[in-house]
């Protein structure tokens, strides 16, 4: 719960919806405060039974003849101020104060808060590091803990890298991150794409990666969804393109992969590719 106490003090009790000034610090099961239903906290409105049990108002319509879900009494539920005043006045910090983060938000509000939270932490890909901060700190410590270097890219501009073992730091500018990984392994050069964020969610970067070579004659192209990761299992487990080793000229020290990543939100969309059907009795 919030911490210090204010220096103004207001004159009277405070009336329904209003938040006192008085502040102390508590500690309480925070279990008390979500819904026994769908265990999420409660939020207004909120309801309760004629003993006084709680539920949410995503819940209540679905309980079955208004039946109260705890004692089974039928009954008539109706709002609960009182509990919805304490809702609005218990605040939590960010989870992720110690990185960096000072919000302070009511407890119903926090998931949702930490859900976007800009100071929500990504983990260094080393495995013997243990740094994990915002993107932007993990960008510096890359930088200046590891030397990786970091190149700022456009979305479906072709960019064109060395294949050497290693990794290697994409951003598109003021926004997402990508991290490259070519790895040299008995086979041949292993390579993986992952799009940095605190929060995994589906992807909508989709990436195209191609080899060639004239003095091997040949030539591969890898066209893929980008996984979105924390790093926090560390690099990421499968690859997106193998190049075989007997495949790669002059042991990759000069053979160039051309990359890019499509625009998630294409100015100008893309057309569907007409289908021609088959004209029957020609
Ligand atoms: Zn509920
Ligand atoms: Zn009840
Ligand atoms: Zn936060
Ligand atoms: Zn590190």
Redesign the pocket.
């Known amino acids: 719960m919030d911490g210090g106490t204010s220096s103004k003090r207001r004159v009277g009790a405070p009336g329904e919806g209003q938040s006192s000034c008085k502040r102390q610090n508590a500690t309480m099961g925070m279990d008390t405060l979500d819904?026994p239903?769908?265990f999420?906290p409660l939020r207004p409105p909120i309801y309760q039974c004629s003993v006084g049990h709680f539920?949410?108002s995503?819940?209540r319509p679905k309980l079955v003849r208004n039946k109260c879900h705890l004692c089974s009494a039928e009954t008539t539920f109706k709002r609960c101020l009182g509990m919805e005043r304490l809702m609005e006045s218990v605040t939590v910090a960010c989870s992720n104060a110690n990185y960096g983060c000072a919000q302070k938000l009511t407890y119903y509000q926090r998931e949702e808060h930490e859900d976007a939270c800009p100071s929500a932490p990504c983990f260094c890909p080393a495995s013997s590091c243990s740094f994990a901060g915002p993107i932007d700190a993990l960008l510096e410590h890359s930088a200046s803990q590891h030397k990786w270097p970091c190149t700022t890219i456009k979305y479906s501009e072709d960019v064109k890298f060395c294949l050497e073992p290693g990794l290697h730091f994409l951003r598109i500018k003021d926004r997402e991150i990508f991290l490259l990984n070519v790895a040299l392994e008995p086979f041949g050069h292993a390579i993986s794409v992952v799009c940095i964020q605190p929060k995994a969610t589906n992807s909508k970067f989709k990436c195209r990666m191609s080899y060639g070579s004239f003095l091997t004659d040949y030539y591969q192209i890898s066209v893929y969804k980008i996984r979105s990761s924390s790093l926090s299992d560390g690099l990421p487990k499968g690859y997106n393109l193998i190049l075989p080793k007997d495949e790669i000229a002059n042991n990759g020290k000069v053979t160039l992969l051309t990359f890019s990543i499509d625009d998630p939100n294409p100015k100008v969309k893309v057309r569907e590719p007409i289908c021609l059907k088959p004209v029957r009795g020609v």
């Open positions: 819904c239903v769908c999420h539920v949410c995503s819940c």
